[in-house]
């Protein structure tokens, strides 16, 4: 990051600080909040570094867009389901909130069968809403709290009943944020009135439609973080709102990568976090806006490179089935090389009958001969069986029919 930080330039003799916040705050190009950062009104600057990430954001979402088009439907469907387990679970760990894919799973499977409530159940619940499109109000703070309620409540209510909302909509009490050595690195405004004044500003700002959604999406995680508007559960919700928002304007898939972006640079995180809530740096919050929209746009890059891999290993193994199978076995096997490469642990029998318009007694005959071949992997999971292709055998077996 190129842009000079009020904070370090407060301590460089070489810089007029005070000339270098006016012209910054007075800029054209400068977008006020509405609320105050530590002490200062909050700000940001729509620098050239930060409309060029707005760019490639944009540009990347439409090649995200062409390749998610080229794969088949099923695909597409394993890879949001895998994307958004895996999100639950990372969102989950920054936290330090133990959970795994295959709880996760299960939660989601229990979802489509209206099972009893387990836990995680508020989480993957409005996670799946998110993946289907679905409306989630962010208008009032109301909305915010049965958001909450909704996402993470449960949770919170099994870890430590002290730390459920004790306010109207929020907590009444101070909360401080610790680091690993139980210092306080962060203390979460109060009382509870200018909460809610702070909150109502972030909603506006969020809902703002003359401005970029990345933007106004940095601006509000930030804000949401200092607010801190609930003694624990902070992190999930204000990452499940962005996620939700960004979902909303980019592809879907781009929202379910957003736990997973903030963890491969977890330390950029929380420096951009440190940096704007400081004192010195005078409610200037557009470092924390570059390096968001840089951690959004990074994960962006690497979900592009990732389908792009996969379609194009799809369409290796496709071509190196043609070389063994035909007609009924090759759809068999073409769905089975799409499971191994999208879904997370392979497809059922009755994902597979459904596909193929099938019974499950001449799926088994199909996959018998595949078991027999060693193309066919199968894995049990709790009280489920997938299946999927083992393509390290299938090239084997492409190669000695090929010579």
Known sequence: MSYKMLC???????????????????????????????GSPAFCVLTPELS??????????KDVFRLICKLPDKAVEDYMNACLIDEIVLTNEIENEHSTR??????????????RRRRFHGIVAKYNMLLKGEAVDLGSCADVRKLYDD????????????????????????????DGAEREIHKGVTP????????????????????DLLVRVAVCH??????????????????????????????????????????????KYYKAFAVCEHPLNRGDLTPFVISFAEIVVSGMARLKETLAEREADLLRYENLARCLYEGDMLRVVNIL???????????TADECTE???????TLYKRTKALRDEGILQIKKVGRKTYYSCDLSTLEQRANVQGS
């Open 151 to 178: 996402l993470v409540l449960d949770e919170v209510l099994e870890s430590d009943r002290n730390k459920i909302p004790d306010g109207k909509w929020f907590r009444k009490e101070p909360v401080s944020v610790v």
């Open 102 to 115: 295959r709880e996760i799973g299960e939660v989601l499977d229990n979802l489509a069968k209206n099972g």
């Open 52 to 61: 060029m990430l707005l760019v490639q954001a944009a540009k990347i979402d």
């Open 355 to 361: 596909a193929l318009g099938i019974t499950r007694q």
């Open 8 to 38: 370090k330039a407060f301590h460089d003799p070489a810089i007029d600080d005070e000339e270098l916040y006016k012209s910054r705050y007075e800029s054209e190009f400068a977008i006020k909040v509405g609320c105050d950062v530590a």
């Open 337 to 347: 090389i799409a499971a191994r490469l999208f879904a997370v642990y392979g497809v």
């Open 192 to 211: 509870e009135s200018r909460i809610i004044e702070m909150m109502e500003r972030l909603l506006a700002f969020l809902n703002r439609e003359d401005l």
């Open 222 to 267: 930030f804000l949401f973080g200092y607010i801190h508007p609930f003694h624990d559960g902070n992190g999930r919700t204000n990452r499940f709102i962005s996620s939700y928002m960004i979902a909303n304007e980019y592809e879907r898939l781009v929202g379910l990568r957003l736990s997973f972006a903030i963890k491969e640079e977890i330390e």
